[in-house]
């Protein structure tokens, strides 16, 4: 099938990909000039695992292409997926949908035959029938279907959730946009797949209800691991004696210094003021928000609790800036709240992280970034874990003791043992653990 994907960022070029190893033939188009060459030329502007041989082996095969003019792309398309960004807009926490109808306006005047409009981005319940709407308005006598089809797919392991997913969503009403739909998917049969054809508002809908049920169940064991440390219990005995209950499972039960990335904050904001203009408030996200946001601010006492409760003239080694490892995005990251309430507290700042430094100096731009988390560490008066990527887990801990001014750690994702760093020496700070001194 033919397939033009709109927009290049992290959805439309994983799913575009993808669908092109499917064996689609696909085009992924871009207003962004430099952005469509750096592609050409196999530069992936995102770090994803997997994402550039993927991408380099389906340009090489011909079934994957980039470009700036959708035109001809949107014409021939079977299908045509809207995967742009929906921010959250400024200063009322909705979706700021105007790049999606943007987009449905160019697609309006260019589509040619029967063709299926995807709604790919993350949408409010009611978009597909604004993009239906202006699509109409534009070509009444276009043949098409809008269809929402979200995306669920996980920062680092996004190739293996597009291929084998849990599940596919596809909200339609039109028997000949199903077919369509059925045909693109077709290569996940092989994995008996469910695909869960429902209306298109539902499907709307499922997407924010998944994001803000995984929310607030991060939120729930971060509120449990306070209670751990008041109480003396822990909290990841606590996570695995729930999780171990098949009702409840294992998956976002770990604490730490709270959600972010591009999904949650956004979706969970945007959800909230959904139901609140509906009439049918939802009362567990709103409070899941504000204490998510009242958690990463909170975050930084806990290392000026380390150091006897004042950080002016300290050195802070922090390791891991981005939301989450294997990945460079830092959108929303708890770093962007606890190291400026550091600094603003005269704290000096070290970091490495190790995919993540160039986008987060235009976000922090006042920290010194070192090529290594020994350098980060070197002369600190504790080091933050802030991130758990895998590096981070193996440290040699007696080099880490040498280097530092005081051998003190704060571990914001419980990557290291309680009992181990106290038998090397260090003062150990966790969530939702003991405390070893």
């Not at 997926?81 to 790049?99: E, K």
């Not at 959108?331 to 430094?357: C, H, N, Y």
């Amino acid at each position: 099938m033919r397939v033009a994907m709109i927009g290049t960022g992290y959805v439309g070029l994983v799913s575009g990909a993808c669908f092109a190893d499917f064996g689609h033939v696909v085009t992924c188009v871009d207003k962004d000039e430099g952005k469509i060459e750096r592609l050409r030329q196999n530069v992936i502007p995102i770090f994803e695992p997997g994402l550039d041989d993927l991408v380099a082996s389906n340009v090489r095969d011909g079934r994957l292409k980039f470009a700036v003019d959708g035109a001809e792309a949107i014409r021939q398309a079977d299908a045509v997926f809207i995967a742009v960004g929906t921010p959250s807009r400024r200063g009322d926490g909705h979706a700021d949908l105007s790049y999606v109808y943007a987009a449905a306006e160019e697609i309006a005047g260019l589509i040619e035959g029967f063709t299926v409009i995807v709604t790919k981005s993350t949408v409010p319940v009611g978009t597909g029938d604004e993009i239906e709407r202006i699509i109409k308005a534009r070509r009444p006598d276009a043949d098409f279907a809008v269809v929402s089809n979200p995306e669920f797919l996980r920062e680092g392991a996004a190739i293996d959730d597009f291929k084998r997913p849990d599940r596919v969503v596809v909200g339609t009403d039109s028997e000949r946009a199903r077919l369509v739909m059925a045909e693109l998917y077709r290569p996940l049969n092989l994995n008996d797949t469910p695909i869960l054809f429902t209306g298109r508002r539902t499907s709307e809908l499922i997407k924010y209800a998944a994001n803000a049920f995984l929310a607030m169940k991060i939120t729930f064991i971060n509120e449990m691991a306070d209670l751990c440390e008041t109480l003396g219990a822990d909290v990841q005995q606590v996570a695995r004696g729930i999780g171990l209950d098949n009702r409840i499972g294992p998956k976002f039960l770990h604490a730490g210094p709270g959600y972010g990335g591009s999904c949650f904050p956004k979706d969970t904001l945007a959800l909230v003021r959904t139901a609140t203009d509906a009439g049918s408030p939802v009362r567990l996200i709103e409070t899941t928000v504000q204490v998510n946001d009242a958690r990463k601010r909170a975050m930084a006492s806990r290392v000026a609790d380390a150091l006897g409760g004042n950080v002016a003239g300290k050195t802070i080694g922090v390791l891991g800036l981005t939301f989450k490892p294997n990945t460079d995005d830092m959108r929303d990251a708890p770093s962007l709240d606890i190291v400026p309430e550091l600094q603003k507290a005269g704290a000096i700042v070290k970091a490495f992280d190790p995919e993540g430094m160039d986008e987060a100096a235009k976000l922090l731009p006042d920290i010194q970034y070192c090529s290594g988390p020994y350098e980060a560490i070197t002369g600190a008066d504790v080091v933050l874990i802030l991130t758990e990527w895998n590096q981070f887990r193996a440290l040699d801990l007696d080099r880490v003791k040498l280097l530092m001014s005081q051998p003190i750690m704060v571990d914001l994702r419980n990557v290291y043992s309680a009992a181990e760093l106290k038998v090397r020496g260090f003062a150990y700070h966790s969530i939702g653990r003991p405390t070893q001194d």
